[in-house]
Nanobody, 128 residues
Framework: VQLVESGGGVVQAGESLRLSCLVS????????LGWFRQDPGKEREFVAA????????NYADSVKGRFIIRRSNRQKTVTLEMNNLKPEDTAVYFC??????????????????????WGQGTQVTVSS
């Protein structure tokens, strides 16, 4: 499975960005997908996840109400719409994928070790 992110950049606080991740190499609809982020010197942090059917989403408390995760099974993409960005959202954002389990457990979906497939990351910088 290959994942390629795009859409990062530099924005001012309060502005929006939309990240996209193109997935190839495995049946897209067999995958749950997630976004994680990492600041230098910090651990990788869960941001959002969406199950294979796109009927379950899960968000970190820090982004709930500001970020929206979506997927297009036709275009084989997962997107992260980020609104009202804050300086603390600055990080490298990674797209991740895993084979969908029989039941989507939100707590498990937040664990980076559950995802064997990763993109290379895209930098998001939010200035104050």
């Amino acid at each position: 499975v290959q994942l390629v992110e795009s859409g990062g950049g530099v924005v001012q606080a309060g502005e929006s960005l939309r990240l996209s991740c193109l997935v190839s190499g495995r049946t897209f609809t067999s995958l749950d997908l997630g976004w994680f982020r990492q600041d230098p010197g910090k651990e990788r942090e869960f941001v959002a996840a969406i199950n294979w059917a796109a009927d379950i989403t899960n968000y970190a408390d820090s982004v709930k109400g500001r970020f929206i995760i979506r997927r297009s099974n036709r275009q084989k993409t997962v997107t992260l719409e980020m609104n009202n960005l804050k300086p603390e959202d600055t990080a490298v954002y990674f797209c991740a994928g895993r084979r969908s389990p029989p039941r989507f457990d939100p707590a498990v979906a937040q664990v980076s070790a559950e995802y064997p497939y990763w993109g290379q990351g895209t930098q998001v910088t939010v200035s104050s």
